[in-house]
T-cell receptor
Framework: DAGVIQSPRHEVTEMGQEVTLRCKPI?????LFWYRQTMMRGLELLIY????????DSGMPEDRFSAKMPNASFSTLKIQPSEPRDSAVYFC????????????FGPGTRLTVL | KQEVTQIPAALSVPEGENLVLNCSFT??????LQWFRQDPGKGLTSLLL?????REQTSGRLNASLDKSSGRSTLYIAASQPGDSATYLC?????????????FGPGTRLSVLP
């Protein structure tokens, strides 16, 4: 298995632009998680899906952030408009409810908003 | 609200030493606890997952224990090697009102000197 795949690996954009981050979970996993990691706040859960349905989005910082999972093999995290304080590494992770929900992480997307 | 702490924040040891990393959580009603390793600029790699009904898990030179009643988990690394240098994070899943959410600790940055 290729593991969790994220794209792009690096994104540099200007304030006010729309940013879309993409994730392909491990095949067969029914949970998908989006995290954000910064030096100041560590690793924070933004939102998670179960069987493509958003379950808890209480970690989404504000309305500028949105996430979708149109099918079992693809999810997006969108920021519109982006701000410099959104600069962070964004991780996607997936897990299987039949395997005790051990989480497997993607390599992350390093986002820089100028 | 579940809070996870890790002690020490950083640790530097000579090669060959056995060492213990500590993880504490405030809500003992967890489903499981997972230990991860993160190399600089990389994603998280799962090391061990301990279910709430288990006391410990072992993988090679790594042993993780779980004491729910005291809200603590330890990661024991035997015969440390320079390649073990990384940041180690623990994450507690569940707890009252937390569902599938994982709450991460801030990590312990380990340096093993040759």
């Amino acid at each position: 298995d290729a593991g969790v795949i994220q794209s792009p690996r690096h994104e540099v954009t200007e304030m006010g632009q729309e940013v879309t981050l993409r994730c392909k979970p491990i095949s067969g996993h029914d949970y998908l998680f989006w995290y954000r990691q910064t030096m100041m706040r560590g690793l924070e859960l933004l939102i998670y899906f179960n069987n493509n349905v958003p379950i808890d989005d209480s970690g989404m910082p504000e309305d500028r952030f949105s996430a979708k999972m149109p099918n079992a093999s693809f999810s997006t995290l969108k920021i519109q408009p982006s701000e410099p304080r959104d600069s962070a590494v964004y991780f996607c992770a997936s897990s299987s409810g039949t395997s005790y929900n051990e989480q497997f992480f993607g390599p992350g997307t390093r986002l820089t908003v100028l | 609200k579940q809070e996870v702490t890790q002690i020490p924040a950083a640790l530097s040891v000579p090669e060959g030493e056995n060492l213990v990393l500590n993880c504490s959580f405030t809500d003992s009603a967890i489903y499981n606890l997972q230990w991860f390793r993160q190399d600089p600029g990389k994603g998280l790699t799962s090391l061990l997952l301990i279910q709430s009904s288990q006391r410990e898990q072992t993988s090679g030179r790594l042993n993780a224990s779980l004491d729910k009643s005291s809200g603590r988990s330890t990661l024991y690394i035997a015969a440390s090697q320079p390649g073990d240098s990384a940041t180690y994070l623990c994450a507690a899943r569940g707890g009252r009102g937390y569902g599938q959410n994982f709450v991460f600790g801030p990590g312990t940055r380990l340096s093993v000197l040759p």
